[in-house]
């Protein structure tokens, strides 16, 4: 049988960024596949040493659309620890807040992506008015829909009022009610499971070897989640990791349309025992020192490394997102699966190219 | 506070690496420092959440043997330092030659630090 | 499809999800960031807001006084709003208008010869 080379991407329908898969075809199966990335290399790493390190909050929180908050709250658990600051117990709460507020509006979008993949339209535009309501209260707290610039070096910039977290609680629990029925389509519906059971399989150990991390990690049986170290506030609001063992396109939808309702329940019970007082402390000095810190993202595991020599300049400053971990587990999810599954296995590991490249 | 990293020999690395596979840990990155007279590779190793790091001194002009045989997904990370830094790294599993991020006629190693105080020009700066 | 069902009944007999756009418009919440307001008669041109900006995008000149905006480069932060020392910046919730082209805003404050006939 011939073997034909198509290429998939860097632009295609269901990718929302450019990434090029070269993929060779025996027939319809996928043989072998070779990745190209760059096209979107901002050299965000080198910008880090030219900004001050105040600055760099804002750059940071533009490596990734998505887990924006999250990158800007890495980045300054990472200076408050090489300078020994210790951040006020209501901010270590409102970054929670914050964090989960994220990953629901993370997740229900690549739900939404997910059913568009196969062609679920409907199913698509269900998810995104849902998440339009998440949207709203970040928009609400933070001031901006997606960047929310929230979270500063020393704490958290904006608070909330009781108004807001009244709210907020309405909020929330109506999407979860909404929920309530749109999630039995991704769990049981004879459509989404034709496209995705068994498609795109890793196993536990081939998931450990390639370093998976986050959902597409638990998705295959490993019960890990840095949420479990207790960063911020997670260890005081008591957490289980979510757990699928089929490690398919399937398992990782499981996983993330679980982790939706956790992390409203994580919200919530943040917003919940909220303590007063301060959310902010004032930060005086440079950082000098290294670092390394570790948050779990919607999609996985982030890696900083900040190093910063007395001045108001870093001397690096290093991230390594979820997606960048996830392309060598793609390069194995890939083969033998058959052409029309390309997009919807690529989807599954929820890939953010800004991220990967920075 | 700031983390630790056990120092290891360019030679060790391999055998080391080997260890922490047969141990079980999982690979998460290697981050390239440059220090001016010399690299400093860290690379971070995790077990149910507990980050472990193998350090490794290198001067700029020596050779240092890729991992990637031992953790085949370190190969991204190690393209991308040896574009990114110049770090002679030989044998990577999938050496993409320089093109992971960079085009054809483009500064060559364009993260490596000159003597102190260059990097305050550039994209930036106001008075 | 027997489980998407319901949705599509529900669906077909509820509202629209969006909005009528230029008859109905969103109403802003009352902190969000849409652009920035400059006062020249509060500020001092001490330059800290354009030392401050991660953006770059302020330019203060201290000898003219003058005060300069390049309002598409904002990525309305508010660490000027937050920083400056004499509250010369509002944050305001309407977004800035799409535009042709790019455009500077530059703003002068008082003279110091032309103040002291004033006072
Ligand atoms: S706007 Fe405020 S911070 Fe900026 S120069 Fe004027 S007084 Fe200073
Ligand atoms: S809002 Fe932010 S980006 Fe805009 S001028 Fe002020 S400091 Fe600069």
Redesign the interface.
Known sequence: MAKIVTPFGPQHPVLPEPLQLNITYEDEKVVSVAPA??YI?R?L???G???DFPQNVFLVERVCGICSFMHGMTYCEAIE??M?VEIPPRAKYLRVFYSELSRIHSHLLWLGLLADAFGFESLFMKYWAIRERIVDLMEMTGGHRIILSASCIGGVRRDLTDEQISIIEKTLLEVKNELDHVTPVILKDYTVKKRTVGIGVLSKEEA????AVGPVLRASGVA???R??GYEAYGELGFEPIVETDGDSYARAVVRAREVYQAIELALEALHHLPEGEAQVKVKGNPN????Q?VEQPRG?V?W?V?GNGTK?L??M?V?TPT??H???LLKMLPGCEMADVPVVTLSIDPCISCT?R | ???EAKQITPEQLINETQQM?NE?Y????A?C??EIEQFRI?Y?F?R??E?V?LEVAIGKEEQLPSVSGV???A???ENEIKELFGVNISDIAVDLGG?????EGADPH??T?KEKKK??K?????? | MAVMLPNIMKNLFSRPETRLYPAEERILYPHTRGHIEFDADKCNFC?LC??KCPA?AI?VDRANKTWTLDGYRCIVCAVCVEDCPKEAIQMIEQWRTPAFSKTVEVYEGPKPEEKQPEA
Do not use: W
């Not at chain 1, 450990?208 to 370093?211: A, D, E, Q, R, V």
């Open positions: 990335i760059g290399h050299g790493e080198k910008a040493e030219l900004n620890d090489i020994g450990l070897t390639l370093g890990q989640d840095l479990q170290t020192g290294e670092t390394i570790r595991e890696l490394y190093k300049n001397v690096r290093r390594r960048y971990a392309i060598p587990a490249e | 506070m700031s983390f596979f079980g999982r690979f998460v990155t981050t420092v440059d860290i971070s995790d149910e959440t980050l790091n953790y085949l997904c190969f991204l990370v093109r992971l991020y960079m085009i364009p993260m630090r990097a305050a550039g994209v930036k700066k106001n008075g | 330059t354009s030392k770059d330019k």
